[in-house]
């Protein structure tokens, strides 16, 4: 028997577009993973159209807005195959124009789960898509050779709720709503603690993409405090401006420490008998300190060629370092306190030098 669309979506389709995060979804208790699976698929299509550079920001916006509409409301087939047919083509992954050919089968899985679990993943996607439009607003076009800079830090806290911040408000909507009484902290304790995880995360992918933003146009670090440093948002573009642009970097990778300080204490309100629950959360801490580790050893941090990415086989050296961890309290704290502190050590060095 041929397994149904909906399995083919949430499993291989869904495996061949999410890369570590399918290794992250499967470690979730079963009644997690649909409505999180769903909502990846549908923010990655999002987000898709998003960055289709071959079509012009104006018609991404307008395929963006049009698609955001369709999650919300009725969908309409001849509107997804219109998208389908404008981005899909465009797409040099062929999962990535499955996905999208796949639309229509994708939305039809939002009125299979619980009301509430549908209500949840049409407002995760709607708060995505207005980070995405954001951007799309904000940034000029990728080929222009124009560069737009965020102005204020208030600008960028904002931009990192809207594309991560509210995912893990949503993860912790979705643990409270299939594992009630599981954490060990108040729900509105933890939906904050989670907006901050998810903040940290994206944190630490504006500072690790920066060098490749830039050359599309795009620098997430506000203009205001590049100009305290005496930088203009263009001097980031020259190859040797790492060294002079290191005061900026150091004075930003304070603010993601403070809020993976939070997604620990996340992770440690999750009961230890609940393993793949804080596997969930333990891997991406992981990988994003380890990332943090290399940005602040990275003299070459706005160089594209030198970016500090954590390598695939890395990342399975840390799932494997995570199984001994993650039932204890202490061990997680202390992997933690180590990562930070050879950050903070970093900083204080090259500063004092």
């Known amino acids: 028997m041929n397994p149904s669309p909906r399995a083919v979506l949430l499993g291989p389709l869904l495996k061949s577009v999410s890369r570590s995060f399918y290794l992250t979804l499967r470690v979730l208790p079963p009644a997690m993973r649909d409505p999180i699976g769903l909502a990846y698929l549908l923010a990655r299509a999002t987000d898709t159209i998003a960055d289709t550079s071959l079509i012009p920001p104006p018609r991404r916006l307008d395929l963006l807005l049009s698609l955001r509409a369709q999650v919300n409301g009725t969908p309409d087939h001849g509107v997804l195959a219109q998208i389908a047919g404008e981005v899909a083509g465009q797409q040099v992954q062929p999962a990535e124009r499955a996905l999208l050919e796949s639309l229509g089968d994708t939305l039809a899985i939002l009125p299979q789960l619980t009301a509430d679990d549908?209500?949840?993943?049409?407002?995760?996607?709607?708060?995505?898509?207005?980070?995405?439009?954001?951007?799309?607003?904000?940034?000029?076009?990728?080929?222009?050779?124009?560069?737009?800079?965020?102005e204020r830090l208030d600008e960028l806290d904002r931009y990192t709720y809207l594309v991560a911040g509210c995912v893990g408000e949503f993860w912790t909507k979705m643990t409270c709503a299939h594992m009630p009484g599981t954490l060990k902290a108040p729900e509105q304790a933890m939906l904050v603690r989670g907006v901050r995880f998810g903040q940290a995360l994206q944190m630490t992918n504006v500072l690790r993409d920066c060098a490749r933003d830039l050359r599309i146009g795009r620098c997430y670090l506000p203009s205001l405090l590049l100009a305290q440093h005496g930088l203009a948002p263009r001097d980031l573009l020259d190859l040797h401006a790492s060294a002079r642009a290191r005061p900026v970097l150091f004075e930003l990778l304070r603010s993601p420490l403070a809020l993976y300080r939070d997604a620990v204490d996340y992770t440690l309100a999750i009961p230890a008998r609940a393993v793949r629950l804080r596997l969930a959360c333990l891997w991406p801490i992981m990988i994003g300190l380890d990332t943090l580790v290399l940005l602040a050893r990275n003299d070459a941090w706005l160089d594209p060629e030198h970016l500090s990415?954590?390598?695939?086989?890395?990342?399975?050296?840390?799932?494997?370092?995570?199984?001994?961890l993650v039932a204890s309290n202490g061990l997680v704290s202390s992997w933690a306190d180590k990562r930070m502190r050879a950050i903070e050590r970093t900083i204080e060095r090259t500063i004092s030098a």
Do not use: C, H, Q, W
């Open 118 to 150: 549908a209500a949840a993943v049409r407002d995760i996607v709607t708060t995505l898509t207005t980070g995405m439009e954001f951007d799309l607003r904000t940034f000029p076009d990728e080929t222009s050779g124009a560069v737009v800079a965020l």
């Open 309 to 324: 990415k954590v390598r695939r086989n890395d990342v399975y050296r840390i799932i494997a370092a995570s199984l001994p």
